[in-house]
């Protein structure tokens, strides 16, 4: 019989379920992946995804297998492989979110009508039905959720070894890299992004072993400071581990077991490690609220902000988006993204608090945005990170927390080395005029910078936008 290793965000090797108990069975396998252009989550994703697959097909042909790599319609696609193959039992990763619930919608109806076996793998370190309350209740506030999962981590299965030889998947032809992957990932933004990855120290690059690379090198060097260091944004201090998650390069469950297993090294900081898991286990919180709520990727976890007046106007969202705001915090960020695919937290919460409550348009438009052109962009983590900045998703910021993006900038860059390095324009001005430049205009002419000239002056006043926002939403007692 042939076994089906139908591969979706679990770009790996290591820790592969489905992988794993085929091969204990002895099964003839085939590992495939379909690429459907319409269900493309976003660009940058692709881009990476390109290498991601190219890495994994190096990386099964060198244990004597291949990666078949599909295209086009997924259904079609898939009623293919099962016939071509003469597919007798499918295996996979279940995931959340609209585009890979239709897909998975559509392999049971096929396996369905050809009576096979369909076989879903769970990748969180728990299935989410068995992180209830004691009434059985769905979390929808995170710290009792985590309180939860802390009792429940020895249950989590111990990841396996990825095999030593591939031979079972062994197919005819080797297979091509999708076309419109190809095109993306040869794109001069694509490639520039991608190069910024690839520059970085230890050049740790797309795919599992670059994972696995990241991981180590962020427990060795950076994660004792973690907990200090992660909200400033100049600073090397947090894993970047986030697209190597999205791909599935790299499993929780791996890095729960390293983790955990550091406790015991007299070299690392319990605490410190303990506050990275808690990060981890917001991922799983988003992954769970997406399960469970599979609306709120589209629409407002509180329903009362359904009908918000959020604002239409393109001038101040094709601004932020270009990084040309006039506020350097801001700006700094949306270049950083547009550069390298990838932004620091504190700096996703910052940018997406002046889009949703100081320029007032809809989280609906940052979540677009960051859904094109994040690489680690996530259906899960991104809804829940705009919803909960925006005020409208679960356990939320309150609609009176707007963060202050002047203060930030003080607080979290005060020698503004992040809003230089991402504004190059700014690199001549000293830091205390970096954080709020239109409010010292005359004193940066000696420097031989003009305000709406080398760069833009804000938008709007950000104390009169702040007012704006909290008479909107308290002349509506519902949304307070
Ligand atoms: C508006 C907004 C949108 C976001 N969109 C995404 C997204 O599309 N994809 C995505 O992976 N993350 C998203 N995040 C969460 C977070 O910003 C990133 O996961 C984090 O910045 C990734 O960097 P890192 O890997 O260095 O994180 P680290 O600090 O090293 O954390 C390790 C891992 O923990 C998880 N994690 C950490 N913080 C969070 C968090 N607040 N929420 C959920 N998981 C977290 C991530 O998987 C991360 O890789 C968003 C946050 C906000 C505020």
Known sequence: ??????????????????????????????????????????????????????????????????????????????????????????????????????????????????????????????????????????????????????????????PTNAPTELSAAKLAQPSQLPKTLVNISQQPWAQQMLAHWRSEPNQLGIGEKAAQARFHAFLQQASNDYPEARD??????????????????????????????AKSNPDFQIHSLDIFIRQLAWREFGRYLLQFHPQIETQAFQTKFAAFPWDNNATWLSAWQRGETGVPIIDAGMRELWQTGWMHNRIRMLVASWLTKNANLSWREGQAWFADTLIDSDPANNAMGWQWVAGCGVDAAPYYRLFNPVVQSEKFDANAE??????????????????????????????????GQHYPKPLFDLQQSRANHLQRVQANKSYT
């Open 1 to 158: 019989m042939t076994h089906l290793i139908w591969l979706q965000r679990d770009l790996r090797l290591a820790d592969h379920a489905p992988l794993f108990r085929a091969l204990q069975r002895q099964h003839k396998l085939v590992i495939a992946y379909i690429h459907d252009p319409k269900r493309i989550l976003g660009e940058a994703n692709a881009a990476w995804l390109a290498h991601s697959l190219t890495d994994l097909q190096q990386s099964i042909a060198k244990k004597g297998g291949d990666l078949l790599m599909l295209e086009g319609d997924f259904a079609q696609c898939f009623e293919k492989l099962v016939q071509d193959y003469q597919i007798g039992q499918v295996s996979y990763h279940y995931e959340v979110g609209e585009a890979f619930q239709q897909q998975q919608q559509l392999a049971l109806e096929i396996c369905k009508t050809h009576q096979i076996a369909l076989t879903p793998y769970d990748q969180a370190w728990l299935p989410s039905e068995m992180v209830l309350s004691q009434k059985g209740g769905i979390y929808s506030v995170f710290t009792p959720f985590y309180k939860k999962l802390l009792t429940l981590f020895n249950q989590v299965a111990l």
């Open 232 to 261: 400033f944004p100049s600073e090397p201090a947090t894993s970047k581990l986030s697209t190597h998650l999205q791909f599935g390069e790299i499993s929780m469950r791996q890095l729960l077991y390293h983790l955990q297993s």
């Open 418 to 451: 992040y809003i230089k390095h991402w504004l190059p324009e700014l690199k001549s001005l000293p830091a205390k005029y970096c954080h709020a430049p239109w409010l010292h205009s005359a004193s940066l002419e000696q420097y031989g910078f003009k305000l």
